[in-house]
T-cell receptor, first 111, second 113 residues
Framework: LAKTTQPISMDSYEGQEVNITCSHNNIATNDYITWYQQFPSQGPRFIIQGYKTKVTNEVASLFIPADRKSSTLSLPRVSLSDTAVYYCLVGDWYGTDKLIFGTGTRLQVFP | DTAVSQTPKYLVTQMGNDKSIKCEQNLGHDTMYWYKQDSKKFLKIMFSYNNKELIINETVPNRFSPKSPDKAHLNLHINSLELGDSAVYFC????????????FGNGTRLTVT
């Protein structure tokens, strides 16, 4: 079973910032948090990964509070092409938890 | 250049047949995986190979047999196909060390009639 809980779905409009929160109350000390994006008829694609505080790349930002029991993926100014399913995974370097996908969050962006 | 490629993209076959799906990665990764995504879109790991050795084998029927001729290839052979095997099968790879992210292929949609 996945160690994470996410909202099943979210709606947004183009140009808005979208924040998707993932709960991982049982995160272990050595666990990293990794987010993937999946478009229809494609395999999941890595977006961002972090351990604590904030990580930013050209696609998204990842906010992780001090207790690490949750994390928030932030997508700035979404477009229609950001409509996809977003998965949050947690796990350490050597275990198999990092390979377990939960139900994900289906983001629908409207014009 | 395609990083993780799977063939075929679509596979339609009848119950009882045996079929294979091929996967190749050109990323130089040492670990490869097979995932199954069912009609409800749940992604479940099936197998993982590291340097041609099986390291993860989830509760998958033994009709499914992965084969890794080298660390760049991981093929999936399925015997005696059943209706419930219909799904999208994804191959993925990663660098086994540290927390390297997974790189997925675009899937093989298997339909068993």
């Amino acid at each position: 079973l996945a160690k994470t809980t996410q909202p099943i779905s979210m709606d947004s409009y183009e140009g808005q910032e979208v924040n998707i929160t993932c709960s991982h109350n049982n995160i272990a000390t050595n666990d990293y948090i990794t987010w993937y994006q999946q478009f229809p008829s494609q395999g999941p694609r890595f977006i961002i990964q972090g351990y604590k505080t904030k990580v930013t790349n050209e696609v998204a930002s990842l906010f992780i509070p001090a207790d690490r029991k949750s994390s928030t993926l932030s997508l700035p100014r979404v477009s229609l092409s950001d409509t996809a399913v977003y998965y949050c995974l947690v796990g350490d370097w050597y275990g198999t938890d990092k390979l377990i996908f939960g139900t994900g969050t289906r983001l629908q962006v409207f014009p | 250049d395609t990083a993780v490629s799977q063939t075929p993209k679509y596979l339609v076959t009848q119950m009882g047949n045996d079929k294979s799906i091929k996967c190749e990665q050109n990323l130089g990764h040492d670990t490869m995986y097979w995932y199954k995504q069912d009609s409800k879109k749940f992604l479940k790991i099936m197998f993982s190979y590291n340097n041609k050795e099986l390291i993860i084998n989830e509760t998958v029927p033994n009709r499914f047999s992965p084969k890794s001729p080298d660390k760049a290839h991981l093929n999936l052979h399925i015997n005696s196909l059943e209706l419930g095997d219909s799904a999208v099968y994804f191959c993925a790879s990663s660098q086994g060390q540290r927390n390297s992210p997974l790189h997925f292929g675009n899937g093989t949609r298997l339909t068993v009639t």
